[in-house]
């Protein structure tokens, strides 16, 4: 190099960023003493430089260089306690959760608690409840407690929790970029139930609160851990705040209560989440998507099951839920038996030789944990006088002979499967149509059940109830499409075309018996709080709402519809519906809805001044929660409300309006509520898609 | 404890650069710079192989090894000039008003730094704190073109170059 470098050259080469020919600027450097010097400088400024990087660290967060022990820009901590904070691991407005570590290069997860952002009594107490539940607790994948400590004082004080780092990728994390399958499904709720059944062997049992994929985390050999326990509670104690992620958490956590369920329906909503690559809420919201999964069945229906909409409907609890899926990952050849006796091939050939239709009691799961007689009856349509009706008695089932005149009959009873739990039959063609053992099917007589739930069907969870559509030859199913809490739907299967669509969306609604009237083309059906709602046949609008008597057990009812009348079977006994009498409930208030005519024949509205209990009311609107009843939950609220008015039950009202899909009242509601509370539960609404502003 | 092949090879990725920049600093030729520093890994290892160091000391020993090499370097080739100035700098660091002095220098660079933008910022951790990182990968960290790199810390260094030297103009 014959002529000078020039200056920035110079100062490329010392700064490392040179990408000239080094060896002649070398070369020229050893003979100009001007360069040299200049390379000298330059040198100097680099060491000052190096020495300024070493005297500050990037943020963590935001990477500025700091010189303290947080980050003046972000606030994110680079020291805490005798931790060193790495990096980042997530954040919100109230803290952090860090990856540090100690003097001895330990890693931890370092927790932050921020008081300067001030956090409500609830963020405090999850922190506290998670530090408390993490000493407590001693399993392989759960994280092992290390450190809590304070720093700072009055609002900038702040709390630490140092617990075992889970090294590993999270599932939300790893469904960036993998798709799970249905074993590796299988195998993580496998896993997570053992963390589970651990969870609630304990005295008292630990309910985690917050499952979800965000937080179970994969570890390199695959093994799955459960981290977070600032949702956790003891299950038995009062809740008073709502602690978990929304999608996640089914309606009664919503609500504050909690149970052994509660965690298995985060486990299926997670589940779920990792097969449809959806935020559960949309899967749960699309009665078709939980149909479309490419899963079987098996795993469908056990899926459904952990994350049912009503508490009753999952699994008791981890243990026996594992137990199922045990049962479930067994060979094909030993969960599945035959469920059709030789007897109901018989039965069914005398049935059709009656010519009636029927409906038999139902005495599957879905109503296993209902209180029942010893003997009750369930009856639909017949062309005739007479019905078929169905005696079940402890458990098992027959059909015998009934009339209105001569009551039954029960010389001639013919014994029936017990998983069935509603069943309707074609006039035209004769063929029957039942739910066995939660599955839509068709009873091909002599002896064959044919599931109509293929692959196009929607999906069909816990169906409760069947009726025929004799004008447009279609069945109705009354069932939910996933394990959201947006109510059911009414299903149409038209049996020639062997199509499956939406009728309508209940919207909160759980219907438990439904009847098809010819003459006035409506759908009678008794919801489970004692309502009888009707819907136009062809198109599902909601036609009226009244209230059933409340001697009608709805677990237990049946709709039928004869000679023009509709009949209501319960307690062993036929009635018209229309002269049944007694207390009533008042139904839902909805402008959309229209009132029966005898509604001011009502006594004893809910909630009137004279018996005002509002804890009571609000109570028992909180069980109606639990049962997905939200309309009638609502109504409760509503009967509380006007005893005596209480925050925090206008927002379980606003909830249940979101959820019943009540605009007027959520609107109503809606305005009642603080700005913090609006923003906390408009969720609701918005899941529903109900208008609420 | 020795330390083995691969902890060398990563402390010497550590350290090299900043070593060579002392070398440089003296006023040794860059060519020469180079076979110092490479006789400054050499000797370490020496004494390692002895047990006469640790890694925890590696980085601070590298430079001073450095700096001994590099002074008997320019009593070599004889120049006078060179050979009156780094002494009095290594004693520096013992003084404390130069401390004091060399901290508010400091001070001055970190104000100006922390009032560039988080990318800038970000740049020149990648490039100047431990474990360093070429300008190739630290320009693709960042998201911008090496070019783009170059040009940013060459108008950082101009302000920092300015605030460092703010005092002693």
Redesign the interface.
Known sequence: MTTHPTAQDLELFVMGAYDGPAAELEAHLADCKTCSATVQREAKLELDLIQLAGSTRACPSCRRSVAAARCESCGCALVAGDYRVLEVVVQNAHGRLYLAEDIDGQRVALKELAFVQAPGADAVAAFEREAKFLRALTHPDIPRFVASFEEGEGVHTRLFLAQEYIEGESLQARLADHWFDEDEVLEIARRTLQILVYLQELSPVVIHGDIKPANLVRRRDGTIALVDFGAARGFGGTITSVVGTFGYMPIEQLAGNVNPTTDLYGLGASLIHLLSREDPWKVFEDPAALGRLNISPELRRFLGRLAARRAADRFPNAKSALEALTRLRAPAGRRRSRWLPAALAAGGLAIGAMGYSVAWLRSDHHRSQSTTTSKQSSALTGANDDFVALLDSDGSASLVSYSLEKGLDTTAQIPLPSLISDAVRDPQTHRWYVIKDSVVGELALPGSFKSLETAAAPYLLSPSAVAFDTKRRRLIVAAGSSAEDTGQYLFVYEVDSERWSVLTNLGGLTIEALAFHPDEDRLYSITDAGLVVTFQADSGALLGVRPAPLPVDPTTAQLAVRSGEVLVAHDGKIEKLAAVTGTYQRPPADDNIEMDEDEDTRSGSAGTPADCNADALKDRGMENVNMGQHAAALMLFEASLRCRQDSYVVSLAFMAACNAQNSPKAKQYYMKLSSAQQLRYQVMCIRNKTSYQ | MRIDAAEWEALIRAHD??VF??V????V????A?DVVQTTWTRLMEKDERGEITKDNVAGLAVAQARFLALDELRRTNSEKRRAEPLPEMLDDLDPEQLLI?RE??ER??AV??GSS??V??L???????PPV??TQAAALVGVSLQR??QV??EL?KK??AA?EEGSS
């Open positions: 650069r900043r920049l002392a440089l600093a003296l006023g030729r860059a060519d020469r180079r060399d220098r400091l660079a970190a730094l922390a988080p990318s910022q970000r020149f951790q990648l490039l100047y704190a431990e070429d300008y790199a170059r810390m060459c260094r920092l170059r460092l």
